[in-house]
């Protein structure tokens, strides 16, 4: 992560590290499979959401991205940036959606190309940390379509929160925080402004560096749902070694292993 601490310098010269670094894991793992996926730091990438009129043609979707987006992403150029989207929620707006973007720098994404290239690997995804732990929470915990929970993901600088209603993400939300007090007050505005006009969320899914039994223990205090780490193995047939392993930990590295998960 700290490689990539700045957008501003994606050095080509990295690939050869990154290979390296990347072949020391796979020996270290005794890791023989073919495909990689790349999980993006969030700090990395601009994460946006704003409105949309459904009724817009082709042409003028694109263009009203491209002109959302370009207010944003200055000095550097719209066409620099690769960006996926999703709808989110319906506005009371009459034929207007919230549209989430994830919008990550061009170079940065041909380094990883590269660095796949170069050990003769197959690039199969990627992703965000978070929509990785997303999907690593739809996979574990199928209950979740029937239900209206949360999302949080607690960062050494940044925390990220995700309402889901029946399965489908409605809202992202995401703040600088370099302390539990700071993460906790973002959490408990979500949370209380996400159940404004709608069903509070029954439970909350934890994960993250930063998250401890502490921060779980003030959220259950402060607010009435059901608080507990995401676990990203719940459903997952794991080897030997690994079920010998302390399992508490398994949080943290919920976005990577739900990236592994995707198969595209």
Known sequence: SEIFASLSNVDPALVGTLADDFTSIRKAGGIDAPNVSICL??????????????????SERTNHIAWELSNYLAPSKYEDYITGMARLEELAVPGTSLILSA???????????????????????????????????????PEIEQETIALFGIKPSRVEATLFENGRSVQYQWREAHDEELAQNFLQHFLAQSSNGKPSPKKVYV???????????????????????????????????????ERSTFQQYAPAIGIAMREQ
């Open 41 to 58: 730091d969030s700090r990395w990438v601009f994460i946006h959401s704003f409105p949309l009129d459904e009724s817009f043609s082709e």
């Open 103 to 141: 919008s990550a720098r061009r170079d940065l994404i041909s380094l990883f190309r590269q660095v796949v290239s170069r050990l003769n690997l197959h690039l199969a995804v990627i992703d965000v940390d978070h929509f990785g732990a997303e999907h690593a929470l739809r996979w574990n915990y």
């Open 207 to 245: 994960y993250g560096e930063q998250a401890n039994p502490s921060i779980l223990s003030m959220l259950e205090k402060a607010n009435s749902p059901t608080v507990e780490f995401l676990d990203p193995t719940r459903r997952v047939i794991l080897p030997r070694r690994l079920r010998r392993m």
